[in-house]
């Protein structure tokens, strides 16, 4: 460019190196403080998915030798029926969980939003999701187990007469009931979760859509609900890859090695890992299993596009 | 805005997070990797098992009593309260190497724990001057897995023979008038009439007998028609005739109600419930099951017989067996076997089995199962113990295999695959496995 650089005068070259010093100085502190966090990442995200990745190709009991599968881990698994099924399983909790637990929860959250004190139904609301999920199926086990040791289907048959279904053991029902804890369980979540983004629509809007003489529903449908599409766009993404995730609740509260309409993906990573050893098989169902979740949480993002304003 | 706390303080303390968050997930600590003497010379030697509140119980009375005697050793016991989830937790100790210096072990997980290298050989050590009890202190037949090549890796911590328990009035009501127990001791209680009992007790609408899912009912099964499950190494359960008929007739039975599986039977009406009431006439089980019929308040109703055979004569039954194992990467391994060969010793089962479910492994603490007098045939399931048989050791060689088998044979019991197509697969999954 022909532009010559000025020779600097030597006065101003120390402060220079010290700036230079003082960026290196800055720079090891900063480390030290995201130290706790990159370490946690690396010790509990990437390492544990890379090892999964090398183990999804590896035969493996968890004690003896691995060796190399390439992808029969992967083809043994994609051709196992109790795979399919827990797949299928799996799906269909999603399908009953999110539609309905976020919508109750919008429900709950829009009425919420009305009253005063908000903050002591909050509370009471969010109870089911501090509380340990093992307490929380044991509960519910109590409650839902069959004939006389359940306290519905005892009230039930003892008020009414009424013999109602094996909850948790007929295969049919169970993966209904698994359900309904889970959408109790999360539900104190979305409420708060969704109370929070009612709370950001300016009541100008409002306002001006009532002035225009817009009734309750046409104002939840133009304004309440575009504005807190973002919200829902969130809560859903959160509760499908919760859904795809369940396990702890189901293993206490049913057993689904014995019970196939209860055996979900996670479920059936576990029994392959941990029951049956096959640790390999195990990775393999996780990838799986990633890449579904991969698959469904790109679809969303992609219909999002449609659906979700994120202009205020 | 500044802020009154210094960088260095900052950074000291998520130096001291990370510290303390990477310490307190490198698992429980101490015992096999660093449970060395403590301060004041003392050793700390970790111990796992799993167990109920009860055996928890009794197990705390042993560890008492050993720290009184041992007062340089302090002992750390780890209790999972489920079978099902101890030897997943006890796997990932053992690959972390964290597990406890000695630990409980299940039949049907040591064969693949021996096979891996990571339980310590006894044989030198049992034959020491230290061990309190010796190899043949122990019936062969219960080490099963436990033992390779003529080494000992486990020590049998007790048994619970596999017998069949019976109601005498359910039996009465299906119009059988033949005691199984006198049977037996005719030298008559063959297969052919215990089926016709258990037709009999269909019937009578009654279902004839109950089951437990797993080795220890279809293998005894198996015997009882003269089968083989296992042959020179090979899974001939669906290939030898006898053991076919074996399985056909139990998943023929399971179809048409007269066996009935407990382990799928709902909770409002499970296997203890229906073997109360008398809505079925047998029920197969261990020593355990006193506690269940104490349940029913009619303790004489009920006795026990060992499972038919063939012709009659007595044969080998399936034994329900637990080991004690040592870690081979115990650093306290002098004081690590001292607690190991007092826990299977005679005193030490004497102590720790009484007023249990349990039927003892070693041969002189037979006053256990008999001095209650209960049930009436009490010394049949000491018979069954000295002349049975733990797990195959080819089958608990093979990680995950025995469940495999289990897990599809409980598709066939309960019709979700047709029989044939069953045994095709069931010899498909264990040769797949076994290689």
Known sequence: MGVVTPARPAAKARPARAATRVRHRDGWWAALFLAPQVIGLLAFLVFPLGFAVVLAFMKWDGLGEKSWAGFDNFAAQLSDPDFGTAVWNTVKLAFLTVPVGLALALLIALALNQVKGKTFYRVVYFLPVVTSSVAVAVMWQIILASGDYGVLNRTVYDWFGIALPNWLEDPGWVIVSIAVVTIWSSLGLNVVIFLAGLQTIPPALMEAARIDGAGPIRVFRSVTLPMISPTVFFSTVVAVISSFQAFDQIYVLVNPDHNDGARTIVYQIYDLGFQNFEFGMSSAAALILLVLTLLVTLVQFGVQKRFVHYDS | MSFPISKKALAAAALALTATVTAACSGSGGGTTGGGASAGGKVTIRWSTWGSAEDVALYKGFNDDFMKRHPNVVLKMETVPKYEDYHPKLLTQLTSKTAPDVFFVGDDNVGKFVAAGVLSPLNDKLAGPDSKSKPEDFSEGIYGGAKKDGQIYGVPNDTNPEVLWYGKKALKEAGITEDPAELNAAGKWTMAKYLEMNAKLKAAGKAGSLFWNWYGSTYSVIGGFGGKVWDGGRFVATTDPKSRKALETLAKGYAD?????????????????????????????????????????????????????????????????????????????????????????????????????????????????????????????????????????????????????NDHLLKVWTGKVAFEQGMTELQAIVDGKIG
């Open chain 2, 257 to 405: 109600k007269t066996f009935l599986s407990a382990d799928v039977l709902p909770a409002s009406n499970g296997a203890n419930t229906q073997f109360l009431k008398g809505t079925a006439g047998f029920f197969a089980g261990g020593r355990w099951m006193i506690d269940v019929v104490k349940k029913g308040g009619d303790l004489p109703n009920y006795d026990i017989v060992p499972f038919p055979s063939e012709t009659g004569q007595p044969i080998p039954g399936a034994v329900a067996a637990s080991y004690l194992a040592l870690n081979k990467d115990s650093k306290n391994a002098k004081e690590a076997f001292t607690f190991l060969t007092e826990f299977v010793s005679k005193e030490g089962q004497l102590l720790r089995l009484k007023g249990g479910g349990a039927v003892p492994s070693v041969k002189g603490a037979e006053q256990i199962v008999l001095e209650g007098n209960y049930p009436a045939h009490a010394q049949t399931l000491l018979d069954v113990r000295d002349t049975g048989f733990a797990n195959y050791p080819e089958e608990v060689a093979v990680p995950g295999l025995t469940k495999e088998i």
